[in-house]
């Protein structure tokens, strides 16, 4: 089976201002005011071990016409990149990352609900959290860092692609095994593509 890997992209905030300039967001209500850059300090055991590059910054504000948050909407992913207007309806996309995110699916729907995406949840069947040997649980322990990087990967994935259901797979440790062991088991799930970010 062929893997579609898609790399997630840590924007800086020169990136998101040249992104910006590709788009027309809404326009702002007030000054944004930005918080500082700060890394997700992801979790690893060994120095083999895969590193996640998840980068955040607080950005305070509002769309002038919406109270939806600053910064790149779904609708501006969309446009930047020409995606089809299907949203993805009928496809699966894998996210595969280290560790467990015990709040995924509540972050998820969250992110969902801001933007006025259809709810994604275990519930409708549209969103699964497995281990890595593909079991709805025990997952692995937590971890703070790998959570904001599975979180970002999760909304990526939604504005990307907010009719495709989502699998997250979570290697038990960030180290090279586990996760081609995770990322093995999202190809045997038939995942259309697979985000090993």
């Given at each position: 089976?062929?893997?579609?890997?898609?790399?997630?992209?840590?924007?800086?905030?020169?990136?998101?201002?040249?992104?910006?300039?590709?788009?027309?967001?809404?326009?702002?209500?007030?000054?944004?005011?930005?918080?500082?850059?700060?890394?997700?300090?992801?979790?690893t055991?060994?120095?083999?071990?895969?590193?996640?590059?998840?980068?955040?910054?607080?950005?305070h504000?509002?769309?002038?016409?919406?109270?939806?948050?600053?910064?790149?909407?779904?609708?501006?992913?969309a446009?930047?990149?020409?995606l089809?207007?299907?949203?993805?309806?009928?496809h699966?996309?894998?996210?595969?990352?280290?560790?467990?995110?015990?709040?995924?699916?509540?972050?998820?729907?969250?992110?969902?609900?801001?933007?006025?995406?259809?709810?994604?949840?275990?519930?409708?069947?549209?969103?699964?959290?497995?281990?890595?040997?593909?079991?709805?649980?025990?997952?692995?322990?937590?971890?703070?860092g790998?959570?904001?990087?599975?979180?970002?990967?999760?909304?990526?994935?939604?504005?990307?692609?907010?009719?495709?259901?989502?699998?997250?797979?979570e290697?038990?440790?960030?180290?090279?095994?586990?996760?081609?062991?995770?990322?093995?088991?999202?190809?045997?799930?038939?995942?259309?593509?697979?985000?090993?970010?």
């Amino acid at each position: 089976m062929k893997r579609l890997r898609i790399t997630r992209i840590t924007l800086s905030a020169v990136a998101a201002a040249s992104l910006a300039g590709l788009v027309a967001p809404n326009p702002v209500s007030a000054a944004p005011t930005l918080g500082p850059l700060t890394n997700a300090g992801c979790a690893t055991e060994s120095g083999n071990d895969v590193r996640c590059f998840a980068e955040y910054r607080a950005v305070h504000g509002t769309r002038a016409s919406t109270a939806t948050p600053l910064g790149l909407a779904p609708a501006d992913i969309a446009s930047a990149y020409a995606l089809s207007g299907d949203g993805g309806a009928g496809h699966t996309v894998a996210i595969v990352d280290a560790y467990d995110d015990p709040n995924a699916e509540s972050d998820l729907a969250t992110y969902r609900a801001t933007y006025g995406l259809p709810p994604c949840t275990a519930a409708n069947g549209c969103f699964h959290k497995l281990n890595q040997a593909g079991a709805p649980g025990p997952y692995p322990d937590p971890d703070p860092g790998w959570s904001v990087e599975i979180s970002l990967d999760l909304d990526a994935v939604s504005a990307a692609c907010p009719q495709c259901s989502i699998t997250l797979v979570e290697g038990d440790r960030a180290d090279p095994a586990s996760l081609a062991i995770a990322e093995d088991t999202a190809v045997a799930l038939s995942a259309t593509a697979v985000s090993n970010s």
